[in-house]
């Protein structure tokens, strides 16, 4: 089976204190980053006799907090960028992290989600981070929360990325109608795509790939059909990728996140970021 894992443990620690997240700057007890440290490496022991199984994977790191400042992240993603079965591995990060284990990567797998936070680091000190990954060619986006006040500095980093790293704007949905026309008309210069992360999507009993091939895994080894649906499917462990796999028509009314509704069968979100999908790179 050709299978997405998305994998998020115990962690709920950031070094960030960003208002909009509710785990800013949540400390993790050692107690909690041992037992996520052991969930991690008991999801590598198991990612690694899937190839013998003939299964193909893509996995994606998305914890409720700052991955890649724990060592256990960066050494699994490491790992797995060179295993033969995994086809991609990527994390999401706010690129806080020395970045030298970066060399170690195989490029032609890893690829990161690196969200930049106005406020919680210096503009510049993002930029050199993202650079050195394009130095190193590894695949990544940029992209920040769309809110009015991030405004200079989504187009202050549109002007120095360079022109084929994407930068895509989460819409800001807390508020509605939160966006004139003329903002919006902005955004999309900078974010071709922007108007379809600003929608959220009629899902209630459509098909999607979310328990079919995409699993969204907890350090536990629960599987939960999807972050937004979150009825448990059964167990990593236990029923393995086959026993898992079914087709599971969404329960939500509306699919509004991005790690969701790309996997929603009518849509085309497969075809317009082909291999870049979990990182969020559009084909080009």
Not at 18 to 40: A, G, H, I, M, W
Not at 215 to 230: A, E, I, L, N
């Amino acid at each position: 089976m050709r299978a997405t894992l998305y994998y998020r443990g115990s962690l709920t620690s950031c070094n960030y204190a960003c208002p909009y997240c509710p785990f800013s700057k949540n400390v993790d007890s050692r107690e909690t980053l041992d037992k996520d440290r052991v969930q991690l490496e008991r999801f590598a022991d198991w990612v690694r006799e899937q190839g013998a199984l003939g299964h193909r994977l893509s996995i994606f790191f998305n914890p409720y907090g700052e991955a890649l400042i724990h060592s256990w992240y960066r050494r699994t993603m490491v790992e797995f960028s060179h295993m033969a079965h995994v086809e991609k591995v990527a994390v999401q990060t706010n690129l806080s992290a020395k970045l030298d284990w970066a060399k170690e990567l195989n490029p032609a797998t890893a690829a990161l989600w690196a969200t930049y936070h106005p406020g919680e680091t210096k503009e510049q000190a993002f930029i050199s981070q993202a650079m050195k990954l394009y130095e190193l060619g590894i695949s990544y986006s940029v992209g920040t929360v769309g809110l009015r006040q991030a405004f200079p500095a989504i187009r202050s980093l549109r002007s120095q990325l360079p022109k084929d790293v994407y930068l895509w704007i989460n819409a800001y949905k807390d508020r509605p109608h939160y966006y004139t026309d003329a903002e919006k008309a902005e955004l999309a210069v900078i974010d071709p795509y922007f108007q379809w992360n600003l929608q959220d999507y009629s899902s209630l009993g459509r098909a999607c790939r979310a328990g079919e091939d995409v699993f969204y895994v907890q350090g536990d080894g629960r599987v939960k059909h999807c972050y937004q649906d979150r009825r448990v499917i059964g167990h990593l462990y236990r029923d393995g990728l086959e026993g898992l796999s079914a087709k599971r028509p969404c329960r939500m009314k509306e699919c509004g996140c991005y790690i969701g509704y790309i996997h929603m069968e009518e849509q085309p979100f497969r075809e317009i970021y082909g291999r870049g999908l979990l990182e969020r790179v559009p084909h080009r």
